[in-house]
């Protein structure tokens, strides 16, 4: 018997949901960049147990699903160590479950699970619904209650580290708590968005967006960031949800455009090259050098779209961690580039994944620069081709 399969023998021992969070873990140090032997096979072993999700699979099969389904517009998979304000990491739900049922209210939790077990498999969908709203609503009323209290976060946090090693995990505790809060907030305004994609996001658009998240915030303010994530969904290119910030500033300066409400949006669009950078590392480790292509591009059109709608970024904290991101990403295109004879060029390498080096790229730099900074604009675009 291999390795492999004496380890998935002992893993079979396990419950499933141990096996979850252990699939969940693997995934996450995969994305720190953390390589451990054997584990590409023991994920793809875990994923087909936990991860089918096709198309006639009842989405409602277990509870803690029914219980987590008002956050599925907003999980994204992996474990990022950055703190996107709008989106929660699936790895997260299985650990804050079990700290749920365990922990915070393990005699609710437990009537909740046969309740809904009977429920899922009546396929009584409607009512499945309906206890779990009235379960969710408990659950953010103790929390509430719970980390109010002296040194609640601290325990909190000592609690989940025993089910999780992600540093995330009560921040994506807080952040479920805030979306089941305001649930039916999200699907009132989720309703309210175009039904089809938004190829474009011009100016009437940003407007009617702007008006729609003004009237969400007054009322959930706290859940701003997550109805602009049901905004960046619907669109072609989600990273154009900077505009909802640039927009409303009055000024292109940098402090400016952190005064407006819609300020989240600038770090949400900049947890998209981080999610770039970590897709990166793990294509080129696998070398997938035409999905690389991809997200070096992405993220080099971020960048610019950032420089170019934003005055004086350098001299902000965002203009910091975004230098620091693209010297990560410079480092991992650097190390590819470096392992070919310099008489053998490289995808990576090319200039032409920096589409805005491009003449057609260069007048939308100064139509976005405006007349008067023409100049200016002339000398970074001389500045980006000399790289």
Not at 308 to 318: G, H, M, T
Request: hydrophobic share 45%.
């Amino acid at each position: 018997m291999s390795q492999i399969e004496r380890i998935w023998e002992f893993l079979q021992r396990l419950t499933p949901l141990t096996r979850s969070c252990l699939l969940n873990e693997l995934e996450r140090l995969d994305v720190c960049g953390v390589e451990i032997p054997g584990s590409a096979d023991i994920q793809a072993r875990l994923r087909a147990e936990f991860r089918k999700e096709g198309p006639n699979q009842n989405r409602m099969n277990t509870p803690s699903r029914v219980f987590f389904m008002p956050l599925d517009p907003f999980l994204i998979e992996g474990a990022p160590e950055h703190d996107n304000p709008g989106r929660i990491p699936r790895s997260s739900l299985a650990p804050i479950w079990e700290w749920i049922g365990r922990d915070l209210l393990p005699t609710m939790t437990r009537d909740f699970n046969t309740t809904m077990k009977d429920l899922i498999a009546a396929d009584k969908q409607r009512e499945a619904r309906q206890v779990a709203s009235a379960f969710q609503t408990k659950v953010v009323k103790y929390l509430e209650s719970t980390l109010s209290a002296p040194d609640a976060a601290v325990q909190t946090r000592v609690k989940l580290a025993s089910y999780t090693a992600s540093r995330s995990a009560y921040g994506d505790l807080v952040k479920m708590m805030c979306v089941l809060r305001a649930r039916d907030a999200l699907a009132r305004f989720d309703e309210a968005l175009p039904k089809r994609q938004i190829v474009k996001f011009d100016n009437p658009r940003v407007a009617r967006m702007s008006g729609l998240l003004t009237a969400f915030g007054k009322t959930n303010a706290e859940a701003l960031p997550f109805a602009i994530t049901l905004i960046a969904k619907r669109m072609k290119t989600p990273w154009e949800i900077l505009r909802l910030a640039t927009k409303a500033a009055a000024s292109k300066k940098a402090s400016d455009v952190a005064a407006t409400p819609f300020a989240v949006a600038v770090p949400m669009v900049m947890d998209r090259i981080d999610d770039d950078r970590a897709a990166l590392r793990i294509a080129l480790r696998n070398n997938r050098v035409l999905i690389a292509k991809e997200l070096l591009a992405d993220a080099y059109n971020i960048e610019y779209a950032l420089r170019v709608r934003i005055d004086k970024l350098d001299d902000s904290d965002w203009g910091v961690r975004l230098r620091g991101l693209m010297d990560g990403i410079a480092d991992l295109v650097e190390a590819e580039v470096k392992r070919f004879p310099d008489e053998v060029g490289h995808v990576l390498g090319s200039r032409r994944l920096r589409g805005y080096q491009s003449l057609a790229g260069r007048l939308t730099y100064f139509a976005w620069r405006g007349r008067d900074a023409i100049s200016n604009g002339a000398s970074f675009c001389m500045r980006l081709i000399s790289a």
